[in-house]
């Protein structure tokens, strides 16, 4: 996806006179001050087009005087241009922009929690995934990584047996303080003011989330009058790791976020990096990376599919649905070694050449995989039930996706034709052939629509990667060998002095990456998953943002709920087909 | 004299026949609909537990039995234990008055195998499904929680509504018949030498829509909900306790209207006698359990609605419906 043009940029720099104008390498920043800044962004976004919000995040740089800068990444849907804009915080404080994005809300109280950036503006500026009264600020770069040890946490074990000497178990005695039961109700009790008759928790462990998400429903009857979603439970501090390891290692940990589409994951990030180091793949890598990240795809949907018809009490469906999904993750362990957490890509190429009959295999599941899409077509498309449960539920127009930056199935539902794998086109995607199906409406069942068919594309691109990987030659090569930040494959690293060499470098030291920074994003099956990596030049990431598609779909629900039953909140839900490992990352 | 004691005693043995049978039946029905749904899904069910898992109701039973009884702090204990009787107490009456075939000679004492062969019968199989919801009503609101307490208003909704309808469907039958006597039903049926269902096929597929609802079986199980509610009235119960609730909604109860279905509308016990002395029993059982049957196969099929859709359902068409159909029938019987 290209970066604002020249042109643009020109006149905004006349009508904006002190907005700076930076074209790195691979992106385009403007500089706005703090006082311009609402300004500035409703002129980009109502007379420049920069309408589609795509993230927003902070920076801490300790050493400056403002010390915090908040970024915002804006995408214009009639030019396919991105824009980054940022701004330094005064006294740790920026002003709020969800009047002008209503997603903001939840971008900004992760800042907040994260950085103790505060909001001027912001309805009700909470701890996004901490609880309240936590005292930390957590993704500062003052706050030290393992945490601070103020309070003893006693096992079980300890518990019922006194501590002994040697201590039963070997790890510190003190730990970062955890929430109490206090703690929680008061987080609770600040999100919601409750207005009518009883407030309904889900979760944190309830069978409809799909994961650990905490619903507060504020309920007159059955109908919801309000909603708020505390997230958190799974919170690991994903951005704050990855700043403190070396590029390739934080690969495994992609795969943990949204662990249904591990192998999406890993290609966004590779993606990034790749760029980022300027590493380049070899074809084969290229081609059996566009074909994984289908099947992971096609895996991703199945398991919306059956959980989301579950969640209607389709109880067949889901059955169904995993059935085949057990034979792509037979495809995915038989060449990662592993099914659900593959780890299967490498910078520079993937870890493994295609084992031997992976393709024959995968022929037979795309010979096989049409006719069971038409049994789940039977069993639900047409049934009356699914079109009454479905049909004009949680319509999202074309407005609130640009407003809520809805990326994915979600925005495509509502007719946007947002695609990353089109717009800006990464591993083999811009060599295969494919359709973008888009909904009309914008409701749970155009949802549902759209990811049926987008499983039959997905199927279209993984037959194409066959024919393409079939006439290659076996020895082609899968990994970029040449470029010295990329490991050596491991069956040269015991015959090849070189090649020891070289993962031991890199293993100790890392390879530096340029100074810079990079935003890619790769076309997730739960939305855009964007990777903005900051670079000092060192071998270690300065600050690296994980866009996560998923936590801005998830941020339009309370919206949607809004005067509807609980029934319908979990059909909604379910088309917005959240995975709480990525929201909370 | 005599004869009231023998009557007493044939009545006594009656009621542990059919309470024996049908809640061994009912239990055994849980591996019947797992069996079932396994193949349905392409896996295989319970197969450890005795010879094709046959065991495992038992191995259930013992297990619900001899957990840790839990009972939530804050519950109504009145109630609670109160709601666990309603549930079984009323799914268990309505056998009573379910004729299973013709009346037989024992020792020169002329035996009915029904337990209660009452000219009212089909009032008291309303009386009992109204009892029913006492159950699910009390469960909810004794347990003390939110999701069971929505379960259990959404149920109460539903079976009031579907109160009305059930016996608007059933009218149309009770008219051609003339008596409200689950035997004369039958009876009318074998003389006419026509199954009701022909008479009144709306009437049949409503009463079928009804039973669904009263047994809260899928598309109509939002009580359960099980996304949404956890499971909604029952999910404070532990034990046995829980298990009961299933055992009277889903087996019980289901097996009780298919047995109704089967007198009002497929002529009870008639059938071509291909099977010997024991022809009509074999006959009521197959038709009673094809019915459960399709009650199951239902269930593994559908989505479910939404609590607001099914009570809007039942009120604005099938309600109409069931009364045009009476009054259809009444003037049809009366001029013709």
């Known amino acids: ?585 | 004299m005599t004869e009231f004691w023998v009557s007493l005693l044939v009545t006594v043995i009656k009621v542990f026949v059919v309470l024996g049978v049908f809640l061994g039946v009912g239990s055994y029905l849980t591996w019947f609909e797992r069996k079932f749904a396994g193949h349905m899904q392409a896996r295989l069910g319970p197969k450890l537990v005795g010879p094709f898992g046959l065991l495992q109701p038992l191995a259930d039973g013992l297990k619900l039995l001899t957990k840790e009884s839990i009972v939530p702090a804050s519950a109504d204990k009145v109630v609670y234990y109160l709601a666990v009787i309603l549930a079984l107490v009323p799914a268990l009456m309505l056998f009573a008055v379910i004729p299973f075939g013709p009346s037989f000679k024992l020792f020169g004492v002329e035996v009915k195998p029904i337990v209660a062969d009452v000219n009212i019968a089909v009032l008291l199989v309303f009386a009992f499904g109204s009892l029913l919801v006492y159950g699910t009503i009390f469960s909810g609101w004794a347990s003390n929680s939110k999701y069971a307490f929505l379960g259990s208003l959404r149920k109460a909704a539903v079976i009031i509504g579907y109160e009305v309808v059930l016996g608007f469907s059933v009218l149309g039958v009770i008219l051609l018949a003339g008596t409200m006597s689950t035997t004369g039903i039958v009876q009318a049926q074998i003389e006419k030498g026509v199954w009701f269902i022909v008479y009144q096929p709306v009437a049949f597929v409503l009463y079928l829509f009804c039973m669904l609802a009263e047994a809260g079986r899928v598309p109509f199980d939002i009580q359960e909900a099980e996304a949404e509610l956890v499971t909604g009235y029952n999910v404070e119960y532990g034990g046995i306790r829980f298990g009961v609730f299933p055992l009277a909604e889903w087996y019980l109860n289901v097996m009780a209207l298919s047995a109704l279905a089967v007198v009002l509308f497929l002529g009870g016990w008639s059938g071509p006698r291909i099977f010997g002395p024991l022809s009509p029993y074999l006959w009521f059982l197959i038709k009673m359990f094809g019915l459960v049957f399709f009650v199951l196969w239902l269930h593994w099929t559908l989505p479910r609605f939404q609590a607001k859709d099914i009570t809007e359902i039942g009120w604005k068409i099938m309600l109409p419906l069931a009364a045009l159909n009476v009054v259809i029938t009444a003037f049809v019987y009366y001029f013709v």
């Open chain 1, 1 to 585: 996806m290209p970066w604002m043009n020249k042109v643009s940029a020109d006149r905004i720099k006349q009508e904006f006179k002190d907005v700076e104008v930076e074209h790195t390498e691979h992106t385009t920043n403007l500089h706005v001050k703090k006082e311009k800044l609402l300004e500035f962004l409703s002129f980009l976004k109502n007379k420049e087009g920069y309408k589609h919000f795509i993230d927003f995040f902070c920076m801490d740089f300790p050493d400056r005087k403002e010390r915090f800068q908040g970024v915002y990444i804006l995408y214009n849907p009639d030019e396919n241009e991105r824009v980054i804009v940022k701004t330094w915080a005064q006294d740790g404080k920026l002003p709020s922009v969800q009047n002008l994005w209503a997603c903001a809300k939840w971008a900004e109280r992760e800042a907040y929690d994260m950085f103790g950036v505060e909001f001027e503006g912001h309805e009700n500026l909470r701890r996004m995934f901490l609880w309240e009264g936590y005292p930390y600020f957590p993704l500062r770069k003052d706050f030290p990584l393992r945490g601070i040890p103020e309070v003893e946490l006693p096992s079980l074990t300890e518990l019922m047996h006194g501590r002994t000497d040697p201590p039963s178990h070997d790890y510190e005695l003190l730990h970062t303080r955890i929430a109490t039961l206090e703690d929680l109700e008061r987080t609770e009790k600040a999100r919601l003011q409750k207005k009518a008759q009883l407030v309904l928790n889900w979760g944190p462990l309830h069978p409809g989330t799909h994961g650990t998400i905490w619903f507060l429903f504020d309920l007159d009857g059955e109908n919801v009058v309000q909603c708020d979603v505390i997230l958190g439970q799974l919170h690991r501090g994903m951005e704050k790791i990855a700043e403190n390891l070396h590029y390739f290692q934080f690969l495994p940990y992609t795969d943990r976020m949204d662990y249904i589409s591990a192998i999406c994951n890993e290609l966004a990030y590779v993606s990034a990096v790749e760029k980022l180091l300027g590493v380049d793949v070899p074809e084969k890598a290229r081609y059996i990376r566009t074909m994984f990240a289908e099947l992971q795809r096609i895996n991703s949907h199945l398991l919306w599919l059956g959980t989301g018809a579950l969640d209607l009490g389709a109880l067949t469906v889901f059955l169904y649905a995993f059935r085949e999904r057990e034979k792509i993750m037979d495809i995915i362990e038989g060449n990662a070694g592993y099914r659900l957490t593959s780890a299967f890509l490498r910078i520079g190429g993937v870890h493994y050449d295609l084992a031997e009959g992976t393709l024959d295999v995968v022929k037979a599941f795309i010979k096989d995989f049409p006719q069971r899409l038409k049994e789940y077509h039977q069993l639900l498309t047409r049934n009356r039930i699914w079109l009454r449960r479905t049909k004009d539920v949680g319509v999202i127009t074309k407005e609130d996706v640009f407003n809520y930056g809805l990326t994915g199935p979600v925005a495509r539902g509502s007719g946007v034709p947002y695609d990353i794998r089109k717009l800006e086109p990464y591993a083999a995607y811009d060599e295969v052939e494919f359709d973008v199906p888009v909904g009309e409406v914008g409701d749970v069942y155009d949802r549902y629509l759209v990811r049926m068919e987008e499983m039959v594309q997905s199927l279209r691109i993984v037959e194409q990667c066959v024919s393409k990987l079939e006439k290659l030659p076996k020895s082609a090569p899968y990994i970029n060998r040449e470029h010295p930040a990329v490991m050596a494959p491991k069956e040269e690293v015991f015959k090849s002095l070189e090649s020891m060499v070289k993962n031991f470098r890199i293993v100790v030291h890392g390879e530096k990456a340029p100074k810079g920074e990079v935003y890619v994003s790769g076309e997730n099956p739960r939305g855009e998953l964007g990777f903005y990596i900051y670079s000092t030049g060192d071998s270690k990431p300065y600050r690296l943002r994980i866009r996560s598609g998923a936590l801005y779909n998830l941020s339009i629900f309370p919206k949607l709920i809004e005067g509807r039953t609980i029934a319908d909140a979990i059909a909604l839900l379910g088309s917005l087909d959240p995975v709480v490992g990525e929201t909370d990352r």
